[in-house]
């Protein structure tokens, strides 16, 4: 009689930590498929995508990445919207930004619990490893993420599970615990170093994270986005618009983004059918919208500042194309700002 495989469904973020989880697990037998949730506030590949900087990096998703890896099935699932509870209200407080980390956690786990039980699978599986992360990652907290998930022993930790209680998955022999590890603190080089045992190169960076939330920059765009709008509120444009361009807001009404490169100008393009548009057409210059209301003053404001930062900087007046969303433009002669008419106030 042959003895069904037990089922397990990995966190899967497209870092090192998961890959090495979800593969100790394979390497047990477990039949494992992967799961990813989608937040809307890792979206690294779409940010290389447009820029040039870091170039000599791949322009992948991750998460399929490691899935094509393992040569598992990947189930990416969309939590924009439930997410938006966890980054507002954390309960147990955000980290050094805007990083809700342990209720994210909690968030995910819970999530992939529910999957289970809707799927049949027996067991979670992550990447975690004590002593990594400063919230979510700690002995202390670990316990927490079991029993606030609702996940409680089904929960298994294969790189640290040898520094804490035998899960369920390991008490019924799914797996076997000498197999497993007892990782623990930030270096990385134990899963450096298993990743090349088991022959993995080319992962995306061990100690990177992909949650702009935990960017000190991105943060504190998002923090004067709700302080604009008076009150925690966003939308996936939102979140992609915050990791564009450099932005300015010269006044509490108003913000400028202004594209630093090509790339940046192309991606921009596609918002000028929801937002106030300026480009400069005497010189090559950027492309940038414009964020809330605006009287005339500011939008010739809004042009002194692009004119800055396109090639006629120098000249005494550079021609600017303003351009409404429903596609009507006027121009406008303006006298380009000098580096000390923008104040540091201005950048966000």
Known sequence: MTIPKAKAVALISG??????????AIEQGVHVEGINFFTGFCVEGHTHAIRKQDRSKPKRNNALWVAEQLGIKLHIIDIIEEYKAVVFNPRYGYGANLN????????MVRKAHEWCLKQG????????????????????TMPVVSRQSGAEDRLLRPLCAKNLPPTLPEREGWVDREKLYDFSGRSRKPQMALAARFGFKDYAQPAGGCCFLTDAQYSSKLADLWRSRGEKRYELDDIMLLK?????????????????????????Q?????????????????????????????????????????????????????????GSSHQLRVQPLAPSDIPEAWHL
């Not at 809700?100 to 968030?107: E, G, N, R």
């Open 15 to 24: 870092g090192l930590d998961s890959l090495l989880a979800a593969h100790v």
């Open 100 to 107: 809700p980390c342990l209720d994210c956690k909690i968030f």
């Open 244 to 268: 564009v361009g450099r932005h300015f807001r010269p006044k509490p009404g108003f913000k400028v983004i202004v594209a630093r490169e090509e790339g940046e100008g192309k991606f921009l």
């Open 121 to 140: 699978f027996d067991f979670i599986v992550t990447g975690e490893v004590i002593g990594q992360r400063p919230m979510s990652q700690r002995k202390d």
């Open 270 to 326: 596609g918002y000028r059918k929801q937002f106030l548009s300026l480009s400069t057409t005497s010189h090559p210059g950027p492309l940038a919208l414009i964020d809330g209301e605006v009287e005339p003053a500011d939008i010739e404001l809004a042009a002194r500042l692009i004119s800055r930062y396109s090639k006629g900087r120098n000249e005494e007046k550079v021609e600017v194309e303003v351009r409404q969303p429903d």
